[in-house]
T-cell receptor, first 117, second 112 residues
């Protein structure tokens, strides 16, 4: 299946700093990528849809100025958590739908666990 | 509000038994249905997808879809301890950009 790589896997930062997470599609071009957040023992919650070459579409309740998304190329989307606070500590996961085939499944990155002290 | 419902479990089965995981969805316009497995601390990995009513088998896994009842299930035959994980049901619908709506997942525990 298609491969999506996410970096970093773990990040610990101080409150008030910004953290950037990268999501790359390694063997296919992804015009659309999705960013999810998952709190412990909770389901995946879609934060935003990242579209190559245009602005991201944010879900209700997600602050676009706090979670900056850039999809500058067909293989890279980045999520920047600005002025992070302890409540932003979570597991952030990106995903993409492979262009090959039309099965519609999403392929997930490995996830990035953010801990804000 | 489009919803996907799953019993959170935990569902405990003995090794070698059949594990049955169930999922219901609210949007009749849903078209594609997916089962993902998520180990603790890891991201989800796709197990199976199904589009048509009926059964779809892949190795020890069988997905079952009943659109009239808005119900999809996953059967795991000959369950192994390595199958212990949280299983996420996901649904997509026409008009979406490819986004999937996820259930909260069912935690499966296979006892040796």
């Amino acid at each position: 299946g298609a491969v999506v790589s996410q970096h970093p896997s773990w990040v610990i930062c101080k409150s008030g700093t910004s953290v950037k997470i990268e999501c790359r599609s390694l063997d296919f071009q992804a015009t659309t990528m999705f960013w999810y957040r998952q709190f412990p023992k909770q389901s995946l919650m879609l934060m935003a849809t990242s579209n190559e070459g245009s602005k991201a579409t944010y879900e209700q309740g997600v602050e676009k100025d706090k979670f900056l998304i850039n999809h500058a190329s067909l293989t890279l989307s980045t999520l920047t958590v600005t002025s992070a606070h302890p409540e932003d500590s979570s597991f952030y996961i990106c995903s993409a739908r492979g262009r090959a085939g039309s099965t519609g499944e999403l392929f997930f990155g490995e996830g990035s666990r953010l801990t804000v002290l | 509000q489009k919803e996907v419902e799953q019993n959170s479990g935990p569902l405990s089965v003995p090794e070698g038994a059949i594990a049955s995981l169930n999922c219901t969805y609210s949007d009749r316009g849903s078209q594609s249905f997916f089962w993902y497995r998520q180990y603790s601390g890891k991201s989800p990995e796709l197990i199976m997808f199904i589009y048509s009513n009926g059964d779809k088998e892949d190795g020890r896994f069988t997905a079952q879809l009943n659109k009239a009842s808005q119900y999809v299930s996953l059967l795991i035959r000959d369950s192994q301890p390595s199958d212990s994980a949280t299983y996420l049901c996901a649904v997509s619908h026409r008009g979406s950009q490819g986004n999937l709506i996820f259930g909260k997942g069912t935690k499966l525990s296979v006892k040796p």
